[in-house]
């Protein structure tokens, strides 16, 4: 599995601050931005950082963590992986997620940190830009089961 780079999504209840924060923290600005959605690609250290809006109380600030690799065939490799592991894994072939259309699987830690290995097949021009994807109202995650 050729992993690209870390994903990691937090909820925030002040988008706005929060936006102008990471704009600052990481110098950088996002590569999109959405009501209630915004995306960094950090170069250095190499980072897929998202920030969601929402009241998270009863679910925390993390949203949930990720691996981007580079191919559909990395995604299914890391899905038997999984499964020989018997660890559970639900996965969301060609999904529209996060303002693109993506392959991925998901696992949860003992913990209940939700983690997803996924590609990004199409950016959102070439997706339905309309839609997050599946969205949780339970648990204020895009395309978390």
Same mark, same amino acid.
């Given at each position: 599995?050729?992993? #690209?780079? @870390? ?12 936006? #102008?924060? &990471?704009?600052n923290?990481?110098? #950088? ?6 009501? !209630? &959605? ?6 250095? @250290? @190499? ?5 969601? $809006? !929402?009241? &998270?109380?009863?679910? !925390? ?20 992986? #999984?499964i ?14 996060? &303002?693109?259309? $993506?392959?991925?699987? =998901? ?7 939700? =983690? ?6 199409? $950016? ?8 997050? !994807?599946?969205?949780? $109202? ?8």
């Amino acid at each position: 599995m050729t992993a #690209l780079k @870390p994903h990691v999504a937090i909820n925030v209840n002040h988008f706005e601050d929060s936006l #102008l924060f &990471y704009r600052n923290f990481f110098g #950088l600005e996002p590569v999109r931005v959405r009501p !209630g &959605y915004a995306k960094f690609d950090v170069d250095q @250290p @190499p980072l897929n950082f998202t920030i969601h $809006q !929402g009241a &998270y109380e009863n679910i !925390g600030a993390l949203n949930h963590l990720g691996l981007q690799v580079s191919s559909t065939s990395d995604v299914l490799a890391a899905k038997e992986r #999984l499964i020989r592991a018997e660890l559970a894994t639900f996965d969301e072939m060609n999904t529209n997620c996060c &303002y693109a259309r $993506q392959d991925k699987i =998901w696992a949860t830690d003992p913990d209940g940190n939700r =983690w997803e290995v996924f590609v990004v097949i199409a $950016q959102e021009e070439d997706s339905d830009p309309t839609s997050r !994807g599946k969205y949780s $109202q339970k648990n204020g995650a895009c395309c978390a089961s």
